[in-house]
């Protein structure tokens, strides 16, 4: 089944404390992109990657990291976490960046 | 003032009616998304368009790039139908990514 997954799905954690959200497509898609969605704000941009090592900022990239060492997989990196950064966070992929994205569904994060 | 501005940000409506919801736009854009979350949170692409219209199933979206506006529209409305649908373009020019509406958060009432 054709899917993105992402993990974990809740997650609390302190201030401080570096943590990882992966992320990982078995579409074979070139693009993966990551958004955080925060109530009255919706949808944002945080970074995304057109291929393989390939990554760029988005609308809000402080505090965050990417990496694109394989196709399928693009984790979201956060050395620092900090209670601004309580969200729900989405991974998405395309095939090309130019056509229909395929959601993951989303990491509920809560920094205390 | 947003980028993307969807209307209206609520709608409550009975079953069978036909709804409309809008996005209007004011960036040049190459393409306009509309999305479906529904109240579990997953997001799931229900058209993209660059011109014209498309049709599946109940669901029709268009898109005048003229006036930079798309209507999405939901015949013979259903409950299940109960969901928040988000417009989302992407810009010409800018990062390859996608600028998201704040979204309309519809229920329809059975």
């Known amino acids: 089944e054709a899917q993105v997954t992402q993990n974990p799905r809740y997650l609390i954690t302190v201030t401080g404390k570096k943590l990882t959200v992966t992320c990982s497509q078995n579409?074979?898609?070139?693009?993966m992109s990551w958004y955080r969605q925060d109530p009255g704000l919706g949808l944002r941009q945080i970074y995304y990657?057109?291929?393989?090592?390939?990554?760029d900022k988005g609308d809000v990239p402080e505090g965050y990291k990417v990496s694109r060492k394989e196709k399928r997989n693009f984790p979201l990196i956060l050395e620092s976490p900090s209670p601004n950064q309580t969200s729900l966070y989405f991974c998405?992929?395309?095939?090309?960046?130019?056509?229909?994205?395929?959601f993951g569904p989303g990491t509920r994060l809560t920094v205390t | 003032k947003n980028e993307v501005e969807q209307s209206p940000q609520n709608l409550t409506a009975q079953e069978g009616e036909f709804i409309t919801i809008n996005c209007s736009y004011s960036?040049?854009?190459?393409?306009l998304h509309w999305l479906q979350q529904h109240p579990g949170g997953g997001i799931v692409s229900l058209f993209m368009?660059?011109?014209g219209k498309k049709k599946h199933g109940r669901l029709i979206a268009t898109i005048n790039i003229q006036e930079k506006h798309s209507s999405l529209h939901i015949t013979a409305s259903h409950p299940r139908d109960s969901a928040v649908y988000i417009c989302?373009?992407?810009?010409?020019?800018?990062?390859?990514?996608?600028?998201f509406g704040k979204g309309t958060h519809l229920i329809i009432q059975p």
């Open positions: 998405a992929s395309s095939l090309t960046g130019r056509d229909e994205q395929y």
């Open positions: 579409m074979n898609h070139e693009y």
């Open positions: 990657s057109m291929n393989v090592e390939v990554t």
């Open positions: 960036v040049g854009i190459s393409a």
């Open positions: 368009l660059s011109s």
């Open positions: 989302a373009v992407r810009r010409i020019g800018g990062a390859d990514g996608l600028t």
